[in-house]
């Protein structure tokens, strides 16, 4: 029976990703790239300067700062997708899955200020008066109530893409391969760790947003700096080979010699699907947390939102993948995800110590992502039944913490891979259908800048 379900959910997953959703996810965010005109792009050091706080007000509605809301949607992007989702990527699409990785991040950062405008700019609130974002309330408030069934539609996707099932299974898998469990005792090793993730993770989201938007603010200049110095660090020993390495990405990213079935699509396809993993832009979870922002301008939180997959994908996947592509090991690799990262990292830094700073690196990724799904899935249900009902999902969602420490990653990314499909569907065509507004508010929002309104 249980061997049916994951056959069945695979099957969905690679049907699901075929070529109209490929169209809908990267042709969308393709024709939002060039319908913005670029514009919002000319304006990455404003961006920065609303990040530092030169614009925030305390009477704003919301419940984040502006800074705090990235901190938080980076703290659930910048997480296990970066590490293992990057492994999985190469060892399913082989380097060249990094390039579509980029090309989707680039259109993904013109997504995410459209659909994170939106988000503040049709904001709706819950029956407590609490301001709350993303696509169910961008769909209702700016299309109309005709279109609640497609708000429900994401919200209902929504509530299995933002369960906590990769990171907890990552997590575990990465204290597994650390400490050298063996296999007899692997099942009661797995169990344990995940009862302790899932005890760790209650003690801040039972606090609610704030406390979220509190911890992650303070992990997540914490784990980049941690993760980017040693990365760093392995490229400077492998400096040499850097120069071939970025040449094997763009060459393989055309000549479709995929590790599976060696298409050009499938390779395409895989490094989308990986990237929408890792910086999730058009899948709808960040306008979630950029919604709950402290600001009455939603062009501000739109670029504010698309620093994210530049962070995110252009960054720290980038430096990831170089990393394991470097140290050779991906070649031939038995095995995929975390346990492919740290063989790269153990193979170059002396003393092992790559599996050491990798697990500090893995815990602080893996429990900020944690620490911020809660809020997805609890907003989510919130919409569908009630706040009341909704902060029930945190029991439930620490509950499925210690299942998916136990059973298999192919099926934990299957299971994934479909619903952040389906979540793609309505966030990408609400978007679409809104973009006008969007741009307008923007033309009028850039020229009150340059006549110093702001000022």
Not at 168 to 174: E, P, S, V, Y
Not at 291 to 304: H, M, Q, S, W
Not at 329 to 343: E, H, K, P, R, Y
Request: with cysteine; aromatic share 12%; glycine share 10%.
């Amino acid at each position: 029976m249980l061997t049916d379900i994951q056959e069945l959910v695979a099957n969905f997953s690679s049907w699901i990703w075929g070529m109209p959703l490929l169209i809908l996810l990267i042709g969308g965010g393709l024709y939002l790239f060039v319908y913005s005109g670029l514009v919002p792009f000319k304006y990455m050091g404003h961006a920065i300067a609303i990040l530092r706080g030169k614009y925030d007000k305390k009477d704003s509605p919301g419940d984040l700062s502006h800074y705090e809301a990235l901190s938080s949607a980076i703290a659930a992007t910048v997480g296990m997708g970066n590490i293992s989702g990057v492994a999985i990527a190469i060892a399913m699409g082989g380097p060249g899955a990094i390039f579509w990785m980029w090309v989707s991040a680039f259109v993904g950062m013109a997504t995410k200020f459209f659909t994170c405008t939106l988000a503040i700019m049709y904001r709706g609130e819950d029956e407590e008066g609490n301001a709350k974002g993303g696509p169910m309330y961008v769909i209702t408030e700016g299309l109309g109530k005709k279109w609640k069934p497609l708000a429900m539609f994401f919200a209902t996707a929504g509530l299995v893409g933002t369960l906590p099932a990769f990171q907890a299974n990552q997590l575990t898998q990465t204290m597994i391969d650390v400490f050298n469990v063996n296999e007899a005792n692997e099942f009661s090793a797995k169990l344990l760790i995940g009862i302790t993730i899932a005890a760790i993770v209650s003690t801040v989201i039972f606090g609610g947003i704030q406390r979220i938007g509190k911890v992650a603010g303070k992990l997540v200049p914490l784990m980049v700096v941690i993760y980017l110095l040693t990365v760093i660090t392995i490229l400077f020993i492998k400096i040499d080979e850097i120069p071939s390495i970025i040449s094997l990405i763009f060459t393989d990213a055309f000549s479709g010699n995929a590790v599976l079935g060696g298409a050009l699509g499938a390779l395409i396809i895989t490094g989308v699907k990986r990237a929408a993993f890792s910086n999730e832009a058009g899948l709808g979870t960040a306008p979630m947390m950029h919604g709950t922002a402290k600001t009455d301008e939603p062009i501000r939180e739109g670029l504010v939102a698309m620093l994210g997959p530049a962070i995110d994908t252009l960054l720290v996947c980038t430096l990831t993948a170089l990393a394991i592509l470097s140290s050779g090991v991906w070649q031939g690799f038995d095995g995929n995800g975390i346990s492919m990262t740290l063989a790269a990292f153990d193979s170059v830094l002396p003393f092992h110590s790559g599996s050491i700073i990798l697990t500090i690196c893995v815990l602080i990724f893996a429990f900020s992502t944690l620490f911020t799904y809660s809020f997805y899935g609890f907003s989510c249900l919130s919409y569908l039944t009630s706040v009341k009902t909704g902060k029930y999902y945190n029991h439930f969602y620490v509950l499925v913490i210690i299942v998916a420490s136990i059973i298999k990653l192919d099926f934990v990314i299957n299971l994934m891979d479909s619903a952040y499909a389906l979540m793609a569907i309505p966030t990408v065509l609400s978007t679409l259908i809104l973009a006008p507004k969007v741009k307008k508010a923007a033309s009028v929002y850039f020229q009150k800048l340059k006549s110093g309104a702001f000022n």
